[in-house]
């Protein structure tokens, strides 16, 4: 079966232009395409008109040199690529919690520092306790 790990994405845009544009680009990628990635990211739209996708997955082998793990994180890549190369506004962070108890990972970045209060404010890492008898 292999090592698991509990993995969620987010991404933060300033707009639904923005994230239309990011998004088009984004699912022109083959691995994207490949394994119908976009479909798994879900939107959401807030009442701000900021635009939020996040991605959740349990139980998945989670290795950088998977195809579909570098089309998940390829998100994030992109939207750094339109904030320099178009000064597009974004947040992206990422939680991946691993089998191991010291195999975790929080991430967020914002370059402009305003919409990581997006993530902080609804995506944390909280380990718990099930008992399964």
Do not use: C
């Given at each position: 079966?292999?090592?698991?790990?509990?993995?969620a994405?987010?991404?933060v845009?300033?707009?639904?232009?923005?994230?239309?544009?990011?998004?088009?680009?984004?699912?022109m990628?083959?691995?994207v395409?490949?394994?119908?990635?976009?479909a798994?990211?879900?939107?959401?739209?807030?009442?701000?008109?900021?635009?939020?996708?996040?991605?959740?997955?349990?139980?998945?082998?989670?290795?950088?040199?998977y195809?579909?793990v570098?089309?998940?994180?390829?998100?994030?890549?992109?939207?750094?690529m339109?904030?320099e190369?178009r000064g597009?506004?974004?947040?992206?962070?990422?939680?991946?919690?691993?089998e191991?108890?010291?195999?975790?990972?929080e991430?967020?970045h914002?370059?402009?520092?305003?919409?990581?209060?997006?993530?902080?404010?609804?995506?944390?890492?909280?380990r718990?306790?099930?008992i399964d008898?």
């Amino acid at each position: 079966m292999g090592y698991m790990s509990k993995v969620a994405f987010m991404a933060v845009f300033a707009n639904a232009e923005q994230h239309d544009e990011v998004m088009a680009v984004y699912r022109m990628k083959p691995e994207v395409q490949e394994h119908k990635i976009e479909a798994t990211w879900r939107r959401v739209d807030r009442s701000d008109g900021v635009v939020v996708r996040v991605y959740e997955a349990s139980n998945v082998k989670w290795y950088d040199s998977y195809s579909d793990v570098q089309a998940v994180e390829y998100l994030g890549e992109l939207l750094e690529m339109f904030f320099e190369e178009r000064g597009f506004e974004y947040a992206w962070g990422n939680v991946r919690i691993g089998e191991n108890t010291d195999d975790t990972v929080e991430t967020v970045h914002a370059p402009q520092g305003s919409l990581d209060e997006v993530i902080y404010a609804t995506m944390r890492l909280v380990r718990s306790i099930e008992i399964d008898i």
